[in-house]
């Protein structure tokens, strides 16, 4: 929901903000102060097209903030993990359009193009009335609303698993087509890597074994040296370092008769012996180890080569020359049995391809029923809202191919007969809404069939029926009384009312049987400051919203008589 609106110098407007709540929302003031210029403003912030006519005279650019509550908008929190944007329980848009053409968007901070701002707005708000930004009108959108009204999501979820199973064997089958003559050409090539490789037969971290085994056996004379040496300074020789520790600890054993404190001393010296004796014998024994061996030596020299040069061959390290080897195999194998591969993954294409077949005409069975239940309910909405000669119908086409068309790359179909049905993620159904607003009218698409006031409640209509299942988080109704009055009035207004326990429903009006019953009613008013008409919006106390309610009814005077029936009107004693 929308939760407040910053605008600077938009039009009329100098500077504006406004907190919003939850529920019925109505807007109301004098023709011509500027209640369509807010909602403008809004749509900017939601990522409508603007230029720089719309900064206010005189002013640099024009900078329009709308913060959202998003929590639970699930669409909306994966399209902005999508884009790398930062998520929270509030989401801040922002528009700036200078004088220079120039437009910047924000969403949270975060710099992002206006198209991806349009697809945040899109799961934010729905504007009725003068604007575009109406999703119902968009006819790719029929589809979820009817699988979301029905509560189709779970045969949804069985169908695209079975689609996703089909693309995949359908890619794996392509994929085995391009390779074939990749694999006949390559054949012998390939049996001669593999024979090069395993004339070699590596290990795994056989190289670095090698490495180290070489650099003993380079080094053998200054390893058996350098040990000898070692052995006696620590042992071995006259005056070793063991012998002198033993002198040491006597001494200090001697002296400790006079100073106790010469007895630490004494069994530090001990531990220092042992660790003399544990040196020493590693290096003796690993003298005795040292190995003088001039065949193995050219040995591992030879071998280290033959693995050096499958090396540079073959990716750089040994591990990538044994990944290498175990492609080689796989091909080969493939090559060997291509034939009875490729008839494997053709039966397995045609499994997943009679699994989606079942699972679409499940999906397509329980939308023909939702979409009648559907038709009802709008039909009857239209009734109640004064479009007394309305038809509505939802119409669910199969995609077809064409006698002698042949399905794109990447397209899949399934067959009935002579017919081909185009498959995509949702199944095989084409829906778009159908309505007549009067009477001898045929039915047309949706998009083409009203505008101003009619489309508001036409919308309305269809949110109304809609609602629990369109989680749109804000709904706004500009023009929704225009040609309306008397208990069609009174119809809408209870039509909205009912719709704002669903949604957020920001509307404007003239009519006091929609203003009378609003949770929250702000007043628009124009005035003149420095020269200049300026736009400015005023929330209104329980008070407020009586005299401007009775205004609505009888006039700028208002009377006593006016109040109590304003009073009578919005419910209250």
């Known amino acids: 929901m929308l939760k407040s609106l910053t605008i600077k110098n938009y039009a009329l407007i100098e500077e504006l903000a406004a907190e919003f709540s939850s529920g019925l929302v109505i807007l109301t003031g004098e023709t011509g102060a500027g209640k369509s210029i807010i909602i403008d403003a809004l749509s900017l912030a939601?990522?409508?097209?603007?230029?720089?006519?719309?900064?206010?005279?005189?002013?640099?650019?024009?900078?329009?903030?709308?913060?959202?509550?998003?929590?639970?908008?699930?669409?909306?929190?994966?399209?902005?993990?999508?884009?790398?944007?930062?998520?929270?329980?509030?989401?801040?848009?922002?528009?700036?359009?200078?004088?220079?053409?120039?437009?910047?968007?924000?969403?949270?901070?975060t710099p992002v193009p206006l198209t991806v701002l349009k697809q945040i707005g899109d799961l934010l708000v729905d504007l009725h009335g003068q604007h575009e930004h109406q999703s119902l009108l968009r006819s790719e959108t029929h589809i979820e609303l009817v699988d979301d009204f029905g509560g189709l999501e779970g045969l949804l979820a069985e169908y695209r698993e079975a689609y996703g199973r089909l693309q995949s064997v359908a890619d794996e089958l392509e994929s085995l087509r391009q390779r074939e003559r990749q694999l006949e050409e390559k054949r012998d090539f390939y049996s001669f890597q593999l024979q090069e490789i395993d004339a070699v037969a590596p290990r795994p971290g056989e190289?670095?074994?090698?490495?180290?085994?070489?650099?003993?056996?380079?080094?053998?004379?200054?390893?058996?040296?350098?040990?000898?040496?070692?052995?006696?300074?620590?042992?071995?020789?006259?005056?070793?370092?063991?012998?002198?520790?033993?002198?040491?600890?006597?001494?200090?054993?001697?002296?400790?008769?006079?100073?106790?404190?010469?007895?630490?001393?004494?069994?530090e010296c001990a531990s220092a012996e042992a660790v003399v004796d544990e040196l020493a014998k590693f290096v003796q024994t690993y003298n005795a180890r040292v190995e003088f061996n001039p065949e193995r030596l050219e040995e591992?020299?030879?071998?280290?080569?033959?693995?050096?040069?499958?090396?540079?061959?073959?990716?750089?390290?040994?591990?990538?020359?044994?990944a290498h080897r175990g492609e080689l195999t796989a091909e080969l194998a493939l090559a060997e049995n291509y034939e009875e591969v490729m008839a494997k993954v053709t039966a397995e294409l045609e499994t997943a391809r009679s699994e989606c077949a079942v699972r679409a005409g499940r999906l397509s069975s329980k939308r023909y029923e939702t979409a009648r239940r559907v038709d009802r309910g709008i039909i009857q909405e239209l009734k109640v809202l004064g479009i007394e000669h309305g038809k509505f119908s939802t119409?669910?086409?199969?995609?077809?191919?064409?006698?002698?068309?042949?399905?794109?790359?990447?397209?899949?179909?399934?067959?009935?007969?002579?017919?081909?049905?185009?498959?995509?993620e949702r199944g095989v159904d084409r829906v778009e809404f159908f309505l007549s607003a009067n009477m001898g009218e045929e039915e047309r698409p949706l998009a083409r069939v009203a505008s101003g006031g009619e489309i508001s409640r036409i919308m309305l209509a269809l949110k109304s029926v809609l609602a629990k299942s369109d989680r749109l988080p804000a709904l706004v109704f500009d023009e929704i009384d225009v040609g309306v009055s008397g208990r069609i009035a009174q119809a809408v207004g209870m039509s909205l009312k009912a719709l704002s326990t669903f949604h957020q429903v920001i509307a404007i009006t003239h009519l006091p049987q929609i203003a009378g019953l609003a949770d929250t009613h702000f007043l628009v008013v124009k005035s003149e400051r420095k020269?200049?008409?300026?736009?400015?919006?005023?929330?209104?106390?329980?008070?407020?919203?009586?005299?401007?309610?009775?205004?609505?009814?009888?006039?700028s005077e208002v009377t006593k008589a006016g109040l109590a029936g304003a009073r009578e009107l919005m419910g209250l004693r």
């Open 46 to 109: 939601i990522g409508e097209r603007a230029s720089a006519e719309v900064i206010r005279s005189g002013a640099e650019k024009a900078v329009v903030e709308g913060v959202f509550s998003v929590e639970g908008n699930r669409k909306l929190l994966r399209l902005l993990e999508e884009h790398d944007i930062p998520a929270g329980g509030e989401l801040i848009a922002r528009r700036e359009v200078s004088s220079r053409g120039q437009g910047r968007c924000f969403v949270n901070d």
């Open 207 to 267: 190289d670095e074994g090698l490495s180290t085994e070489l650099r003993i056996l380079e080094n053998a004379e200054e390893l058996f040296g350098s040990t000898a040496a070692m052995y006696d300074m620590l042992y071995g020789g006259e005056r070793s370092i063991r012998d002198l520790l033993v002198l040491v600890r006597n001494q200090c054993q001697d002296l400790s008769g006079i100073d106790r404190q010469f007895a630490e001393a004494a069994k």
């Open 300 to 322: 591992v020299r030879e071998r280290l080569g033959r693995i050096e040069m499958l090396k540079k061959k073959y990716g750089g390290s040994l591990e990538a020359v044994i």
């Open 395 to 424: 119409r669910i086409e199969q995609m077809e191919l064409g006698p002698g068309e042949t399905p794109l790359r990447g397209q899949h179909t399934i067959r009935s007969g002579r017919r081909q049905t185009l498959l995509n």
């Open 531 to 555: 020269g200049h008409a300026r736009t400015s919006l005023r929330k209104l106390s329980l008070d407020e919203q009586v005299e401007e309610v009775a205004k609505l009814m009888s006039g």
